[in-house]
């Protein structure tokens, strides 16, 4: 019996450090979410104020709806779009093909450097007063644009820079997960017969499924979670008319920024994370039990 809780001492330090730092403070956020609170002096309890504030304020409302429907336009981008492209890429390194190395450069590099990196290159190269795609476009007689200023295009620009900077994960777990395909298999298949593509529609591609069920995880809690590129990028406005604004963003400036009372409020701040968290709780299960099909197990 002695023998069958010793797993105890190795689980209990991290149980409690858990508790403390994660699980204690989501009941906090809880209960402030029903306060008003500035984060000094006085807490005073609210009920449910916050949250009605959050859903039918005319100031507000409008704001929240907007950038969650953002994360969910990025959400569908990254099922839709980014995915299959990470997929491209791994079956690309996958057969070995010319300048590969030159692309796992490319596709790697943003990976060890912070996003604010990321975000100055991203604003180099579109920033219209002296960005390197404006000098372009003059060298070459065309009319300039504003770019992140211009709402039709801003939250494509900003795709572009998201896929740049962070598909590299993604394109390492398929990738590598495509190296554990067994070799006597994909000899076995071109011996048949199977062309290239063939190959990965009918072998790898199968295969990988689980792994793909994982990115997709990872991607869909990073997507509802975006904050630090479009802040930079929009130095936390939101862009012209929120195109770029996203929930993290309206939880930051509405909570430390005085966006609507005029003072931090960590109250209603709590409210919003509440219920962002769970917006994400609820995707995240209906993805996982979409996706369990996939595992391994089954």
């Known amino acids: 019996m002695k023998k069958n809780r010793n797993y105890l001492l190795f689980v209990t330090p991290g149980l409690i450090l858990y508790t403390i730092f994660a699980v204690i403070p989501v009941f906090y956020v809880i209960f402030l979410s029903f306060t008003d609170w500035s984060g000094l002096g006085e807490i005073n309890f609210v009920g449910i104020k916050n949250f009605v504030t959050l859903?039918?304020?005319?100031?507000?409302?409008?704001?929240?709806?907007?950038?969650?429907?953002?994360n969910i336009k990025y959400l569908i981008i990254v099922w839709a779009i980014i995915t299959p492209y990470q997929y491209l890429i791994a079956f690309l390194l996958y057969?070995?093909?010319?300048?590969?190395?030159?692309?796992?450069?490319?596709i790697f590099m943003p990976f060890v450097i912070s996003s604010t990196i990321v975000a100055f290159f991203g604003m180099l190269i579109f920033n219209p007063n002296f960005g390197a795609a404006n000098s372009i476009l003059k060298a070459l007689g065309m009319a300039t644009n504003s770019w992140f200023g211009n709402p039709e295009i801003a939250f494509f620009l900003l795709v572009l820079i998201i896929i740049w900077a962070s598909s590299g994960?993604?394109?390492m777990i398929l990738y590598s997960n495509f190296l554990n395909v067994s070799a006597d298999v994909i000899e076995a298949s071109r011996i048949d017969g199977c062309t290239t593509w063939q190959m990965?529609?009918?072998?790898?591609?199968?295969?990988?499924?689980?792994?793909?069920?994982?990115?997709?995880?990872?991607s869909t809690i990073w997507a509802l979670g975006i904050f630090?590129?479009?802040?930079m990028l929009t130095s936390g406005t939101g862009g012209v008319n929120g195109t770029l604004d996203f929930a993290n963003m309206v939880f930051y400036r509405y909570t430390f920024g005085s966006g609507l009372s005029g003072k931090s409020d960590m109250g209603f701040g709590a409210s919003i994370c509440i219920v962002v968290f769970v917006f994400l709780l609820a995707v995240t299960f209906v993805l996982n039990r979409t996706l369990a099909k996939f595992d391994y197990e089954n």
Request: glycine residues 2%.
């Open 55 to 70: 859903f039918t304020d005319s100031r507000f409302a409008p704001t929240f709806f907007n950038a969650i429907k953002n």
């Open 169 to 171: 994960p993604g394109i």
């Open 200 to 218: 990965f529609f009918r072998i790898l591609f199968p295969m990988s499924l689980p792994s793909c069920a994982s990115v997709i995880t990872m």
């Open 228 to 231: 630090d590129l479009p802040f």
């Open 95 to 106: 057969i070995k093909v010319p300048c590969r190395k030159f692309i796992q450069f490319m």
